[in-house]
């Protein structure tokens, strides 16, 4: 496993140009913050969720605030880097970098209530924990994040992960490491590689494309790649595997000079994992059998059941189906509940479920939250803003980002958004965790 790369002089100068960039962007937020004097209050706060938009709220309105009751609701004891997923399914980082304590990043003078959100009552102000511990609040923040619905997928287990050729990065750190192992396994004999895409709401959408191009890297580095077969099951329309045109069209350039195969309306709805066989159905309800050496299983996704089943929830739209957060998609406000905001993968917005999205979205919603506390109307609009470092191969990746409108908005000008480079790969590799930990904490 590899864990580092060496960097040259040319290299090094590129890396100071980014982490200068940056830096100076959050110095200037720094200063602007130590400037502006808390606001006094003694407004109850509840934020449910304790994942990157949970704890980068909490750290900011802990700055803005003086007196206010901050309670985070969440059982989780540890904290997930899951942008690193891809990298330790790929065999790229050891597990241990994309796990944490949440102790660790809990801000001071916060209460942490150690159960999981069970359900709200947005009427009666109210958060009910899966103890029935009943928790009101003035204001109230819901980062719950998605629920991975893995039940769909017929003959799915998630304890298989690791055997028999299956494959999933999202389910968490243990799964990421144990698709490596068969990822591994599969890269020295070749074969038949299945990957998956379905339908509906996904974090991070990029990550089904970015294991596609990895497995191909992966089996040109061993040698097996011209005994082997790679395709890739979407199950959006015809020709589609991202939701950005540009970068839709780029990916699938690639997979056809790199002779991955492209199937589409081509839903993942059962798998036999002893006899490895992945079942497909078709809109009209076909049903294809497609034998695998490696199933990459993506689980359709929908909110989580305590925002799903509640009055929080989209009641009609696309976003209804799946129970998603009902906010105004620039001020990330509830649409019925004006004390309630959201941030992160819970949101019915059309688009971000990232954790670049929660870094540009959490000043967001923590300067609306304090406008509303002083007696003002938000101020603040988020624009949709994703980002994805699309790894294409060891060493290279390209660096997409782009907002509600699918428009593509570079941040860096030394990197081209649809062009691949060993600096996008840096940036996943070795600069975005530092940078992730720095908006956990409301650096930036």
């Known amino acids: 496993m590899r864990t580092d790369v060496p960097i040259s002089r040319s290299r090094r100068r590129l890396l100071g140009g980014a982490v200068g960039l940056s830096t100076a962007g959050a110095a200037g937020l720094r200063s602007a913050a130590a400037r502006a004097a808390a606001l006094k209050t003694s407004a109850r706060i509840v934020i ?7 704890l980068a709220i909490a750290s900011r309105l802990s700055k803005a605030l003086d007196g206010a009751r901050i309670t985070i609701v969440d059982a989780k004891q540890e904290h997930n880097y899951q ?22 990043f809990l801000p001071a003078g916060v209460e942490w209530v150690q159960e999981m959100a069970g359900g709200f009552d947005p009427v009666a ?3 009910i924990t899966t103890g029935g511990r009943r928790i009101g609040y003035d204001f109230l923040v819901v980062a719950t994040g998605l629920h991975l619905d893995y039940a769909q997928i017929e003959g ?31 890269r020295r004999q070749g074969g038949q590689a299945v990957m998956t895409l379905p339908s509906g709401p996904l974090k991070c959408a990029g990550a089904p494309l970015k294991m596609a191009f990895m497995v191909d890297d992966h089996l040109r580095r061993a040698g097996t790649r011209d005994r082997s077969t790679i395709a890739f099951h979407s199950a959006l329309p015809d020709d589609t595997v991202f939701g950005v045109q540009a970068v839709n069209d780029n990916v699938l350039g690639r997979w056809k000079a790199l002779g991955i195969e492209t199937h589409y309306l081509s839903k993942l709805v059962a798998v036999d994992i002893g006899a490895r066989r992945a079942v497909f159905a078709s809109p009209e309800g076909e049903r294809s059998e497609v034998p695998y050496d490696l199933l990459h299983v993506v689980p359709p996704m929908r909110a989580v059941d305590a925002v799903k089943n509640s009055e929080l929830a989209w009641q009609d739209g696309p976003f209804a189906l799946g129970g998603w957060l009902e906010v105004d998609r620039g001020t990330l406000r509830h649409r019925r509940f004006p004390e309630v905001f959201g941030v992160g993968d819970i949101n019915g917005t059309p688009r971000g479920k990232t954790a670049a999205t929660v870094k540009k979205s959490a000043p967001v919603v923590a300067g609306n939250l304090v406008d509303l506390i002083a007696g003002r ?15 294409v191969r060891e060493g290279s990746a390209m660096l997409i980002e782009f907002d509600y409108e699918g428009r593509l908005t570079p941040s860096l000008p030394m990197i081209e958004p649809l062009q691949e480079s060993w600096a996008a790969w840096l940036m996943k590799y070795r600069l975005l965790k530092p940078a992730y930990l720095a908006v956990i904490r409301g650096r930036v």
């Open 377 to 391: 109307e938000p101020s603040q609009q988020f624009d949709g803003y994703t980002s994805c470092p699309l790894l």
């Open 83 to 104: 942008p690193g997923y891809t990298l330790v399914a790929t065999g790229i980082w050891p597990v241990t970098k994309v796990r944490d304590a949440n102790a660790d």
């Open 156 to 186: 799915m287990d998630v304890a298989a992960i690791g055997r028999n050729g299956l494959a999933s990065v999202y389910h968490g750190p243990q799964a990421a490491q144990a698709s490596w192992a068969v990822l591994d396994a599969f």
């Open 125 to 127: 102000k109210t958060v």
């Open 48 to 54: 449910a969720g304790s994942g990157l938009g949970g």
